[in-house]
């Protein structure tokens, strides 16, 4: 199985809007709506912000959103916060009972 | 509230096993999947494999296929992950976490279990 691709880093001062993308292939993201995005604060658990590319789970804020586009999905967060400061992971299922991780992208609010 | 809290850190030496724990509580146990994680320094998180806890019906990674086990004791709602002939490269943090059964979105997670593998 191939892995997903995100950049390593991204950052924007707060209020701003940041997107980070994710790239696999037919295999995966192209081939199924099962992308998520995790927020992992260091020594916490990882939080669960999105499903199914864009449905947000309860109690998280509107200022994320996610989307897709052939074999690349895309987390969008806005009017950012000191808070949204951690590393995101996106992950697609893979097929054959099986899911892929991303490398991670570590967010940074200037 | 929905938790699941794991086991303590281990350090271990190679060809050895360990076995982490994973205790769940705010939730029926046996109406969804349990899921390990583990992600070792400086990598991208890597799926083990899943317990479906009504049955024990168990799925594993082709990456660790035979040297991974998941059980589950339904009447302490605890999942177990154990690994077998450890080596070095499996230095990681492991992590158990929750999922509706054929899915795999993971909508919670514990805290994370530090396993050190070292002569």
């Known amino acids: 199985q191939s892995a997903l691709t995100q950049p390593p880093s991204a950052s924007g001062s707060p209020g701003q809007s940041v997107t980070i993308s994710c790239t696999g292939t037919s295999s995966d993201i192209g081939g199924y709506n099962s992308v998520c995005w995790y927020q992992h604060h260091p020594g916490k658990a990882p939080k669960l912000i999105m499903l199914e590319v864009s449905r947000r789970p309860s109690g998280v804020p509107d200022r994320f959103s996610g989307s897709k586009s052939g074999n690349t999905a895309s987390l969008t967060v806005s009017g950012l916060q000191a808070e949204d400061e951690a590393e995101y992971y996106c992950?697609?299922?893979?097929?054959?009972?099986?899911?892929?991780f991303g490398g991670g992208t570590k967010l940074t609010v200037l | 509230q929905v938790h699941l809290m794991q086991s303590g850190a281990e350090v271990k030496k190679p060809g050895a096993s360990v076995k982490v724990s994973c205790k769940t509580s705010g939730y029926t146990f046996t109406t969804y999947a349990l899921h390990w994680v583990r992600q070792a320094p400086g990598q991208r998180p890597e799926w083990m494999g899943w317990?479906?806890?009504?049955?024990?019906?168990?799925k594993y990674s082709q990456n660790f296929q035979g040297r991974v086990t998941i059980t589950r004791d339904t009447s302490a709602t605890t999942a177990y992950m154990e690994l077998s002939r450890l080596r070095s490269e499996d230095t990681a943090i492991y992590y158990c976490?929750?999922?509706?059964?054929?899915?795999?979105?993971?909508?919670?997670w514990g805290q994370g279990t530090l396993v050190t593998v070292s002569s």
């Open positions: 317990i479906l806890p009504n049955n024990g019906n168990t």
């Open positions: 992950s697609s299922y893979g097929g054959s009972n099986n899911v892929i």
């Open positions: 976490a929750r999922s509706w059964f054929g899915d795999f979105s993971f909508d919670y």
